[in-house]
C-alpha cells in the first residue's frame, strides 16, 4: 500500500469518526426526544381525527424565522407555549419540570 | 396463474392493502379499577405508553371475550392497544393477567344514575364566572361531558373538545335545534381551570367568537360538588404526579332533566347529534327562552 492510498483512507477514516462524534445526540437532546415521543409525538407527529385543528409538524422548527403560530421562533417563545399552551395545543404547566422543557427545545432544535 | 395473470392481482392487493386504514399497536401494562360488563369495558390505570400517552387512567373495550371475562378489577395485566380509524377507534387485544393478587384491594365504584333518574341540580360557576344549575335548562336537550383543559391526550378531552365544537357548529345551522339544545363541558380541574382560563380555553374552540357561550357553557365548580357530579354520571378522576386520569363520560340529559343517555369512549358525532335532536323532539316540557341569567 503505498503512502498516497494510507493517506486517503486516515483522512477517511478520520472523516467519519468526527461525523459520527458531530451526529450523536447530547443527553438532553436524546432525553428530549423520549418526552416528545410521550407528550408531543401523538399530536405533532400522527394527529388523530377529531381534533379542532389539526397540530403543526415540528421539523424545522427553529430552521424557520417564525413558528407556525406566527410568533419569533425563538427558545423563550417556544418554552411559553409549552409551559402554556395556545389555542387548542393544552398547557404543559405543572406537567413537564423546567429541565424536561430544557431538554425538549434541546430536541427541537435538532429537527430539520 | 402465469406472470401476466399475477401481475394485475398483485397490483390490485397493493392497490387495496393501501386502502385500508392503518392499525397502531401499543403495549400496555397496568392495573384494572373497573370492569363494565355492559360495555365490555375495562378500566385501566397504566403507565406511559411512548408515542400514545403518559401514564393514565382511561377505559378500553375488550372485543374479545376470551380476554374480557377473565378480569377482574385489582388484576395487573398486559395487553395491546389497538388504534385504527385515525385515532377514533382504540381497544385492547390480547388481554393477559399477570398478577391476580390485588383483587381485594379495589373498592367498589359509585353506582352512576340510571337512565331516566333526575340529574342532580348542583349549582356550576362558568367561563364568566356567573352561576347556574344543571337544572336551568329544561325544555332542552343538553349534552354534557367532563374534560380538564391541560388534557394533553387527543384521543380525550381534545377530541370531546373538538367534537363539541363541530356538534356546535352543526346544530347552529338550524335554529331551531340550536335553541332546543346546549352544551356543558365540566372540568374537573377547578384549582387550574378557572373561569378565565375555561373562558380562553372555550374561545379556541369557538373560533374566538364569545358568542357561541350562550349555547354551550365551559364550567367547573367546588371539590365537593363536583364529585357528586361525577358520581352521579359515573366519572371516575384522581389527581396524581401533576397531572389527573380519569375515564370518558357524554351524558345526554332530557329536556325534562333525567338521564337520557351515557357514552364512554365509543361514539360519534354523528350520532350524538342524532341523540340530541331525537331528545329535542320528544321533550314534553315546552322549550324555555334561554335560561335566566342574573346580568353582570
Known amino acids: ?112 | 396463474m402465469n406472470l401476466r395473470q399475477l401481475i394485475p392481482v398483485v397490483f390490485l392487493g397493493i392497490l387495496l392493502s393501501g386502502c385500508q386504514s392503518k392499525t397502531k399497536h401499543y403495549d400496555l401494562r397496568g392495573q384494572v379499577l373497573d370492569k363494565n360488563p355492559a360495555t365490555n369495558q375495562i378500566t385501566v390505570k397504566h403507565g406511559d405508553i411512548p408515542g400514545f400517552m403518559p401514564a393514565m387512567t382511561m377505559s378500553y373495550s375488550v372485543k374479545d371475550q376470551n380476554g374480557f371475562q377473565p378480569v377482574e378489577p385489582g388484576d395487573v395485566i398486559t395487553a395491546d392497544v389497538i388504534m385504527a380509524n385515525n385515532g377514533n377507534e382504540y381497544w385492547l387485544e390480547n388481554v393477559r393477567i399477570t398478577d391476580e393478587s390485588g383483587r381485594k384491594t379495589i373498592k367498589p365504584t359509585v353506582h352512576r344514575l340510571d337512565i331516566g333518574e333526575r340529574v342532580p341540580d348542583l349549582t356550576l360557576v362558568n367561563q364568566d364566572g356567573k352561576s347556574f344549575r344543571l337544572g336551568d335548562f329544561k325544555g332542552k336537550a343538553v349534552l354534557l361531558t367532563f374534560i380538564y383543559t391541560r388534557c394533553p391526550v387527543p384521543t380525550f378531552c381534545l377530541r370531546l373538545s373538538g367534537q363539541f365544537a363541530k356538534i356546535q357548529d352543526d346544530l347552529a345551522k338550524t335554529p331551531a335545534d340550536f335553541a332546543k339544545t346546549h352544551l356543558v363541558t365540566i372540568s374537573f380541574d377547578p384549582k387550574y381551570d378557572t373561569p378565565p382560563v375555561l373562558r380562553k380555553y372555550g374561545l379556541a374552540y369557538l373560533d374566538n367568537d364569545p358568542a357561541g357561550f350562550s349555547h354551550w357553557d365551559f364550567a367547573s365548580t367546588n371539590a365537593g360538588d363536583l364529585r357528586k357530579i361525577a358520581d352521579a354520571f359515573g366519572l371516575e378522576y384522581f389527581e396524581e404526579e401533576n397531572q389527573i386520569s380519569h375515564s370518558m363520560v357524554i351524558v345526554l340529559v332530557s329536556p325534562e332533566g333525567t338521564v337520557a343517555k351515557y357514552w364512554s369512549t365509543e361514539w360519534t358525532t354523528a350520532e350524538l347529534e342524532d341523540a340530541l335532536r331525537q331528545q329535542e323532539k320528544v321533550g314534553i316540557v315546552p322549550a324555555q327562552a334561554d335560561r335566566q341569567r342574573k346580568a353582570g
Open chain 1, 1 to 112: 500500500m503505498n503512502q498516497t492510498v494510507r493517506y486517503v483512507i486516515f483522512t477517511a477514516l478520520s472523516a467519519f469518526a468526527w461525523l459520527s462524534v458531530g451526529s450523536s445526540p447530547s443527553a438532553s437532546e436524546q432525553r428530549g426526544r423520549e418526552l416528545f415521543d410521550l407528550h408531543c409525538a401523538f399530536c405533532h407527529e400522527d394527529p388523530p381525527a377529531g381534533l379542532k385543528k389539526q397540530p403543526p409538524k415540528l421539523e424545522g422548527v427553529f430552521k424557520a424565522k417564525h413558528l407556525p403560530s406566527g410568533a419569533p421562533a425563538t427558545d423563550k417563545q417556544v418554552r411559553k407555549t409549552i409551559i402554556q399552551g395556545l389555542r387548542t395545543m393544552p398547557a404543559f404547566d405543572q406537567r413537564l419540570s423546567g429541565p424536561d422543557i430544557n431538554d425538549l427545545v434541546a430536541y427541537l432544535h435538532t429537527l430539520n
